[in-house]
């Protein structure tokens, strides 16, 4: 894969997650929006453009990498706590038409951080690897 394909598919990760956060159509959705999700986007694309080796070819573990750290980016949206004028839902079981939040879903507010903390693992990982 090129750095330009490799970019480009960083980029429709992005705005599949961007989408779909915003489709669960809550309140953290409003405001995360604007700010907090742009924001993950936008760390995102960087740990993913900072260190691509100049030929384009990548190794297995560092493709490895780079698909779980999409993989899990997108898993963090899906798995994102949102509130409308009723009860709170995670915009997965939005997506499966089932609504609320599943009986051992922890603390929302804090999950809504926590599931993010292995996609910064994988930024950290590529960003600390050595050009191939």
Request: glycine letters at 10%.
């Amino acid at each position: 894969m090129t750095r330009w394909a490799l970019r480009l598919v960083a980029v429709v990760v992005v705005a599949l997650g961007l989408y779909c956060e915003k489709q669960s159509d809550g309140w953290g959705s409003i405001v995360g929006i604007f700010v907090l999700w742009p924001i993950a986007g936008v760390m995102h694309l960087a740990a993913h453009s900072i260190r691509l080796p100049r030929s384009g070819r990548i190794q297995g573990s560092r493709l490895a990498l780079i698909t779980v750290s999409h993989l899990l980016f997108i898993a963090a949206f899906l798995l994102q706590y949102d509130v409308g004028d009723g009860p709170g839902w995670l915009v997965i079981t939005q997506f499966l038409g089932r609504g609320g939040v599943p009986n051992w879903w922890p603390n929302p507010f804090i999950m809504n951080i926590a599931v993010f903390l292995p996609v910064l693992a994988t930024w950290v990982l590529l960003i600390r690897r050595r050009r191939e």
